[in-house]
């Protein structure tokens, strides 16, 4: 394969992503913060490079998948970072979650570059990452899109990689995906609430409800995790909280009312405050339950 990539941030996401491009014959040149995962890589197959910098000079496709909006501009912008070392014509993907401001203005540093940049931000957590089915959220020009096509099929679901328009639209995308994620997440939890308090076997309220209108993955992955209180972290409350405080901008921004999205990032932040920024987002549902005076 001509096109040679090179992967920036190897976390929960990033690591189970570029072992699936090098399990579909893609050169990969990999760096992250820690280096327990580099090596791992590098075990799997993939070359490491010591700066964000060094990546850049010897890719052509640059991914980048870091927490937030100030991680993904350090990587770019900063000393050693990939707009300092990139070549003309390189395309840069950034799947993180970010601000679309931000997205758009880095969008455009890079045009001035002469290369080209795409916010692509997923969603399917751990799991989607580990099997390459990816919900993929694309804002950038169309021929880019095509560039990176395939690259991306190699991390994601070929049927669920969109493009949404121009730079920024990917990640007004993941915006509007994260607003119904805590919106259903918060009505899962009080439903197993109400039934907890009545008396009801929450686990056959949720098997009713999976095979009606009430269904959804929100309801199948994460209400499971919620009847067994597993708080593995998969998408970490801290991480959540981010995004959340994203949409709250954005919404801002474009004068949207979204008042249910407000409570949810509220109970978000009443979950964070009870110590649990590091479990997994889904425990929201103890928040509802301690409203509830259950335990």
């Known amino acids: 394969m001509s096109e040679r990539i090179g992967f920036i941030g ?8 570029a072992r699936n491009l090098l399990a579909r014959g893609f050169r990969v040149l990999v760096h992250s913060r820690s280096r327990g995962p580099v090596d791992e890589l590098v075990a799997a197959g993939a070359e490491a490079a010591e700066t964000p910098a060094a990546v850049a ?6 991914i980048t998948m870091v927490p937030d909006s100030p991680d993904v501009e350090a990587v770019l912008e900063g000393p050693d970072g990939v707009f300092a070392a990139m070549a003309p014509g390189s395309l840069v993907v950034d799947t993180s979650t970010i601000a679309p401001a931000v997205a758009r203005r880095l969008a ?3 045009a001035e570059l002469g290369s080209a940049m795409l916010d ?24 880019a899109v095509e560039r990176a096509r395939p690259v991306l099929e190699a991390m994601g679901n070929a049927e669920r990689i969109v493009h949404i328009g121009a730079s920024g639209s990917g990640q007004l995308c993941k915006v509007c995906n994260q607003m119904v994620i805590g919106g259903t997440l918060a009505a899962v939890s009080e439903a197993f609430a109400l039934a907890r308090k009545a008396g009801v076997d929450p686990a056959r309220v949720r098997t009713v409800l999976l095979g009606g209108f009430a269904s959804s993955r929100v309801l199948d992955a994460h209400g499971e995790r919620i009847l067994k209180s597993n708080y593995t972290p998969g998408f970490r409350t801290k991480l959540f909280a ?4 994203i949409a709250a901008d954005t919404l801002a921004e474009y004068q949207t009312p ?5 409570v949810v990032q509220q109970l978000v932040s009443a979950l964070m405050a009870s110590g649990k920024s590091e479990s997994d987002y889904s425990s929201l549902a103890t928040v509802l339950f301690d409203l509830a005076g259950l335990e």
């Open 10 to 17: 190897l976390g929960v996401m990033g690591r189970p992503m």
């Open 57 to 62: 000079r010897q890719s052509t496709i640059i």
């Open 108 to 110: 455009a540093r890079a």
């Open 120 to 143: 692509a931000p997923v969603s399917g957590g751990e799991v989607g990452a580990t099997n390459a089915s990816l919900s993929i959220m694309i804002g950038g020009e169309a021929a």
């Open 242 to 245: 981010k995004d959340l405080g």
């Open 258 to 262: 979204a008042p249910v999205a407000a």
